[in-house]
């Protein structure tokens, strides 16, 4: 039978080959059943040479499964048209350009097969063959563009075209000066071996640089008359690489892929990509876990030679990916630790960077701070989710105190990538503020991390960090202490009877939030009905149980506390008077976010608080006591209530207080030290110090690191760098990082 391309040419587009009769008889008589493949095939075009029909042994079998349809095409809803969004990269049609320096040019539409899985599942066998003018036109792009030093000339199949018709576009091709490159993207070698013929082979080897990449994806298609093929196209020098796509049932196994390698290298095929199989519409049923191709790179690796190794890519909307099993299992300045192909562990010294600090001198000189930035709320989130988190006034405030004395300052925004922008800042000691973004222990994450990384940090530790944020627990621990707390109940659901002995008025809070947060002016109720749909409320808004509360009905303070053992600073009276007469007398979320602002006429907050001394030594007793038993460190926020007849109760403990800067903001912990004379700096470096006293480490950075800042005086008054207020609305604010 003649299957030489110049007759194939000739025959209709029936579907099928020459020798059309055979290849449906051999069909029906291997799958016993041409419905199916009669209403594939309406969908997605069939088309199978009989030289490849023949290399079936079997229904099902890897040969017949890249070739024959079957209804599992016509099954996935999911996949796209075009995953690789091609479309989007197309300046002129038929031309690819997706990477810098290289395009991929469509030169034909048709293809001597249509494989089951093909990427352009979408065009190839639908339509007429591309126009000579368009692919010239496509050429020209390339003439006007010299950043494009290397052409993939693909399809189809760019070899259903004539050899005057290859050349013409090979001829083209050559005359742009700045080409260096064209590849040959081809299925002819596996699927038409004799379209190879040594006029063609000739013809080609006249356009030199010319690399031709070819596609096999089983061991069975490396046949005498393709090792012919190959061996033509080795003979004229063409550089020859091969492309196999993973498909399950066909090559989905590290044995036939290993052996698939080992016969195209016999026939001087450098192995060059395995891809993924593409989420193209139709295809899914050939689709692996990527895991499958990550394994099929550890059978190869180091089980053969280097000259078997392609790389296993995913394709995808941002160009191709490598996938690599990981050889690598762990980074340190001192050592790089190595798994090879047996999984025995090796290690690779570390080069001794001049100045690599070490820790172990006690010096700290880079200080990053921790801390969750301000963000607009977008769609569902709750309006008041990010009020703990910090601005960047307060952030750069910090970052100028530590500056000012010295240290280098990194911003480390507490996210998920922390722990990445941790091990790249190389600091030496956190100044944590970060609130935590996700769960009910959130606050203790950044300590948790930065002691599995042994950095030491400001302000308490993991178990301080959650039970502070959690109220019950927080006041179970006072009880067991004899500190006065309100009495109190948990609700985690609304059928829970109330106790009898909690008396009305009674605050309903959420058992885990800081800042007012979930309390309202109508917290406060008086009644069963109010209590409950409050309650409610919380357990829906919030996600966690509610607090309910006895209201204490007194005067309400704050007491700052700073160092270890604790100093307590001038205490804070929270002022009430100013509020409108429906406002109820409580910290609420209005009262401290709404009522007190900037311009407010009253001052909410009245510092130091004019208290008898007995009570005051007791209100600061009390604090200290709380301080203490909770195990905070280096600071903390107080928050107390006298009742009637004027018995200190301890509202509320902040582990993390604010640290806003500016006076007027009304932040409680700094009005405390403002009113004790200390700047903003010294604020922030007595933090520093209580921490670093902590740790045994030296408070002066050392000598000569520090950045030349001599002859700055320290400032008193907090100076802020400037923050254009449109990033802050913009949401996604990240720290700026040095
Ligand atoms: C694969 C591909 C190329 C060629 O990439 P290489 O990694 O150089 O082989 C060029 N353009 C597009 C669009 C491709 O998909
Ligand atoms: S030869 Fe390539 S382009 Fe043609 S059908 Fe097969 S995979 Fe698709």
Redesign the pocket.
């Known amino acids: 039978m003649d299957t030489s391309y110049e007759n194939i040419k000739n025959l209709k587009e029936s579907g099928l080959q020459p020798g059309t009769a055979s290849v449906s008889e051999r069909l029906q008589e291997l799958s016993g059943n041409m419905d199916e493949i009669n209403r594939v095939k309406r969908r997605y075009p069939m088309k199978i040479t009989s030289y490849y029909l023949d290399l079936i042994k079997e229904k099902d079998d890897p040969i017949w499964r890249q070739a024959v349809p079957s209804v599992e095409e016509l099954e996935d809803n999911f996949n796209l048209e075009d995953p ?1 969004q ?1 479309e989007e ?1 197309t300046p002129v049609p038929y031309l ?4 810098p320096d ?3 040019l469509l030169v034909s539409s048709k293809c001597a097969m249509y494989c089951r899985f093909c990427t352009r599942k979408r065009k190839v066998g639908r339509q007429e063959q591309i126009p000579m003018d368009d692919v010239f036109r496509a050429i020209d792009y390339i003439w006007d563009h010299s950043e494009v030093r ?1 052409v ?1 000339v693909s399809g189809g199949d760019p070899l259903m075209r004539s050899d005057s018709e290859i050349e013409a576009i090979l001829e083209r091709l050559r005359s742009i000066p700045h080409l260096d490159i064209i ?1 040959i993207g081809t299925r002819m070698p596996c699927v038409q071996p004799s379209r190879i013929t040594p006029r063609l082979v000739k013809m080609l080897k006249r356009y030199h640089p010319l690399f031709m ?1 070819i596609h096999f994806n089983h061991p069975n298609e490396i046949t005498p008359e393709s090792s012919a093929a190959l061996s033509l196209l080795a003979d004229a020098g063409i550089p020859l690489g091969s492309q196999t796509v993973l498909l399950r049932g066909v090559n989905d196994d590290p044995q036939v892929m290993k052996e698939l390698m080992h016969r195209l290298i016999k026939c001087r095929v450098k192995p ?2 395995i891809y993924q199989c593409d989420l193209v519409k139709g295809v899914d049923h050939f689709r692996t876990p990527v895991e499958v191709g990550m394994d099929i790179m550890k059978g190869l690796q180091g089980f053969t030679s280097g000259l078997c190794l392609p790389h296993f890519v995913i ?1 995808g909307p941002g ?2 990916v490598p996938i690599s099993p990981q050889y690598v299992k762990e980074v340190t300045p001192d050592q790089i630790v190595l798994t090879n192909f047996m999984n025995n562990l090796y290690s690779y010294p570390g080069v001794k960077k001049e100045g690599n600090r070490q820790i172990s001198n006690k010096n700290v000189r880079k200080v990053g701070i921790a801390l969750n930035l301000k963000k607009s709320v977008y769609g569902n989130e709750r309006f008041d989710k990010y009020s703990e988190f910090d601005d960047l006034e307060t952030a750069n405030a910090i970052r100028l105190a530590l500056e000012n004395a010295g240290y280098e300052v990194v911003l480390l925004e507490a996210d998920s990538d922390f722990i990445f922008s941790l091990k790249e800042s190389d600091v030496d000691f956190v100044f944590n503020m970060a609130e935590g973004i996700h769960g009910e222990s959130r606050e203790s994450h950044v300590p948790a991390i930065l002691e599995m990384f042994n950095i030491p940090y400001s302000g308490s530790g993991v178990l301080t960090q959650a039970i502070t944020l959690n109220k019950s627990r927080k006041k179970e621990i006072l009880d067991y202490y004899d500190i006065r707390t309100p009495n109190w109940q948990v609700f985690r659901s609304t059928n829970q009877k109330l106790n009898p002995a909690l008396k009305f008025p009674l605050i309903v809070k959420p058992d885990a939030e800081g800042s007012s947060i979930g309390i309202t002016n109508d917290s406060l109720v008086h009644d069963i009905v109010s209590l409950k749909k409050h309650v409610s409320k919380v357990l829906k808004d919030y996600d966690q149980p509610a607090l309910v509360e006895e209201f204490v009905t007194g005067r309400e303070f704050t007491v700052s506390l700073l160092g270890n053992p604790p100093k307590v600073l001038p205490i804070v009276e929270v002022n009430f008077d100013h509020l409108p007469a429906h406002i109820h007398r409580f910290d609420s979320w209005e009262a401290k976010w709404i009522f007190d602002n900037p311009e407010s006429p009253v001052n909410p907050i009245i510092c130091p608080a004019e208290l008898r001394p007995k009570m005051k030594a007791q209100i600061e007793k009390v604090a200290k006591q709380t301080f203490e038993k909770l195990g905070c460190v280096d600071l903390a926020r107080i928050d107390i209530r006298l009742d009637k007849d004027s018995n200190p109760h301890v509202l509320d403990v902040n582990a993390l207080p604010g640290l806003m800067p500016d006076p007027k903001m009304n932040s409680r912990f700094p009005k405390s030290c403002y009113a004790a004379g200390m700047s903003y700096d010294e604020i922030i470096l007595s933090i520093l110090k209580s921490a670093l006293k902590r740790y045994n480490l030296h408070l002066d950075p050392v000598e000569g690191r520090a950045r030349g800042r001599g002859g700055r005086s320290r400032r008193t008054v907090p100076e802020v760098m400037h923050v254009s207020t449109d990033s802050q609305a913009e949401g996604s604010v990240q720290a700026p990082m040095p």
């Open positions: 690789l091609e990269h690819v350009h997706k990477y290289r395009v991929l290397d993939v590849r990449n060059y990509y394709d160009g191709k």
